[in-house]
């Protein structure tokens, strides 16, 4: 069983940046997929961002590509959230989780751990 505890989240103007960072514990961190899911108020838990096994492969939800950047640190059982030019619409709290199966899947479902989140609130 793998424990994540995400962190790094506040409030920001828009425009700004913040780092999330979310810290594993347990088994073998270098063994599952990684992702980045948002659930903003009366909204379903959407899709942020994976990164593969290793770390040389991504894959973003095209309302955040070019602005968000998904990296991991195994040695260090760690991964991280790099928000650029956050927006208002950005405005969710943020969970990592683990999975299984390939960076390309990207539903919930194919996630087996979650962290308790991280709130992220960009002010207009």
């Known amino acids: 069983q793998v424990q994540l505890v995400e962190s790094g989240g506040g409030l920001v103007q828009a425009g700004g940046s913040l780092r999330l960072t979310c810290a594993a514990s347990?088994?073998?961190?270098?063994?599952?997929?990684m992702g980045w899911f948002r659930q903003a108020p009366g909204k379903e838990r959407e899709f942020v961002a994976t990164?593969?096994?290793?770390?040389?492969?991504?894959y973003y939800a095209d309302s955040v590509k070019g602005r968000f950047t998904i990296s991991r640190d195994n040695a260090k059982n760690t991964a991280f959230l790099q928000m650029n030019s956050l927006r208002s619409e950005d405005t969710a709290v943020y969970y990592c989780a683990i999975g299984r199966r390939a960076y390309t899947y990207t539903t919930a479902k194919d996630f087996e751990s979650w962290g308790q989140g991280t709130q992220v609130t960009v002010s207009s």
């Open positions: 990164i593969s096994l290793g770390g040389r492969s991504t």
């Open positions: 347990g088994r073998i961190f270098s063994i599952y997929t």
